[in-house]
């Protein structure tokens, strides 16, 4: 038996607004201390990661560990259905055939209750290694989401330098050549959302395919902030926290460019 | 001839586009007390009555009774040259080929003039008898809107059910299934115009196509509430008053579903 | 060597979208005086002029007098990776193969730069003399705007026609027929930018097709008024200034209309 509230519809939207663009159908595994997800898109190049913990639900119950195979589509169509203040329900009896929805308004006068049809999902999971990244560049969700939409209409690569002074974003189409400087801040207000730092041992510049960037940007929403952790060799990992809840993750790796600066 | 002021021209733009969506040409029966339409859609499942009375515009002379067939398309391509607080004066002379659209500011430095062709449709009008219904439901205009666009998303048919307690509209398709619940209000501000109310005698429920709602959902900017009316064995009614002027009314035959609860 | 600044990105994106919907590429003239743009439309009907005077950036270098041809789309989507409130300064080499692009936000922590590539436009250039026009319509840009949007959805042509009373914009079409009438304001706020104003020596009447006209009002957000400039038998003139900087024309030449009236 699962049972988990979510005090607004909006977030659990947004979630399944981020990781919905890299793959279809994804499974949910709930245990005791939350709600984790891993997905590999269908090219097998971008993973996402999701995870919930409990303690950010307002109620959470979860009797024993069950992985729930959801299509994120028709999980989003019936989340579209709800109210963004509204609170949500989401239940589960052990070895359920739907999973069950239900929002609220606050007023209590309107009540919707939704299945949605469960499936059996076949996934292999994959390790990530935590690793000590070379770079980690913190700056603006929003800020992010921009360079990858401006970026897109001039090339399909983006190159990602990290150095001591910033970090510098760059991309060559058929109509000429851009680049993005955002400045490191020394001192940034505990306020600020859209001053950009970078931490670093070592300057770092890896190359990614944009379509994937799209993708992630579609996170943005979910978090004031991204972190865009940077080694070389590995892929690079862009983190969204969900606030005081979890986070999604998403890992990337780079492209081999034979021109690569 | 025929003069009929109205101040303000958003009025008449919004009942044009509740009535385009289910049919393309309709009859205005212009009389001394005011006008009427009634349209069958082409599939004739659907029926609108629209009635304006006379007094509820600001100038109204009608000499003799007369009907003009008119394309809606051409009449909301025109109307959309006006701008919403224009006062809109409409004019036909006796067996007029064209009818005349004045659009005026109120600064009175701007004034457009349209003449719209008219054109001979042939229409068999229906008796529609007054019925004593079984469940009178009144609810928001705007929330019928939302739960028609809701349920859209999950199948196509949606059932209503009225009884004490509320009224809930379920549907059922492909990725699950889902119902939106709102309570009947036992005491209701008259200022409020979210709260939902259901007169009843005995509970009813019929299923019926959302495509149609869909359509009848057009008219949700012209009223804050929408009146739904249910009795056995006979279609739907769904009433939107016009302030002051009159309704507009839908009729729709249930569906005869095998599997109806 | 080419430097040009412009406080805000703004200015210089409505500039590019006023003319990329007539030609797809431009010269650049570049001169000390400023930059001067001549373009006509592929099908040879219309003619746009575009003058930037020097004085009116914020700073402005030029050498020596160069040509830069530039694919207008190319050039839009650079510039729509600038922030409105960016700074921008162009850049050039004698010679160059590319322009420099740089946006700058005010707080200095962004930094952009585009190179945009050059190419050899071939175009024979056409002088258009100056006319003692026999009227001179001044009216707001955005009404102007909005009437081709209006008479579009009614024909394909629209009559201008100047008078001591004002100007009137028809126009015909298989659904019916329609004009609007602008008033001539006698006397007008130095404030109000809605009022209109005719100067007539004599009444003048064209009719002008509508799909020029909308590409034309595409500059309407340059400027918060136009005036139109007819004499019989030459093409009618549309002005947009462009403040304290200089102005954008479009030339379009009258049909010859059997039934003109």
Redesign the interface.
């Known amino acids: 038996m699962i049972e988990a509230v979510i005090p607004q519809a909006s977030l659990l939207k947004k979630i399944i607004e981020a990781i919905k663009e890299l793959v279809d159908e994804a499974n949910f595994d709930f245990s005791e201390t939350g709600i984790r997800l891993q997905a590999m898109d269908k090219s097998h190049i971008a993973l996402s990661f999701l995870h919930l913990r409990s303690d950010g639900f307002s109620e959470y119950r979860c009797d024993r560990s069950q992985t729930l195979g959801i ?1 994120l ?2 999980f989003s ?2 989340l ?2 709800s109210a963004n203040d509204d609170q949500v329900q989401i239940k589960a009896a052990d070895e359920a055939e ?1 999973l069950s929805l239900t929002f609220e308004n606050s007023a ?10 469960l499936m059996d999902i076949d996934i292999d999971s994959v390790e990530v290694p935590d690793m000590d990244y070379q770079a980690t560049v913190s700056m603006s969700a929003q ?1 992010f989401a921009r360079i990858v939409r ?2 897109g ?2 090339g399909e690569a983006v190159t990602i330098d990290a150095t001591k002074q910033g970090v510098r974003f760059s991309a060559t189409g058929d ?9 490191h ?1 020394k001192s940034v207000d505990d306020d600020s959302t859209s ?2 730092t970078v931490e670093i041992t070592e300057p770092v510049s890896h190359s990614l395919a944009l379509k994937y960037l799209a993708n992630f940007a579609k996170a943005a929403p979910l978090a004031d902030r991204v972190t865009i952790n940077l080694i070389e060799e590995a892929p690079v990992m862009f983190e969204f926290k969900i606030s005081d809840m979890g986070h999604i993750r998403f890992y990337l790796a780079p492209q081999i460019e034979e021109d690569n600066d």
């Open positions: 299509n589509n028709s169509k019936i579209k259905c739907a209590k006068d309107r009540m919707s209750e939704f299945n949605l049809k800020e401006d970026l209409s001039i109509d000429g050549s851009g680049n993005i400087l955002l400045k801040q001053a950009t």
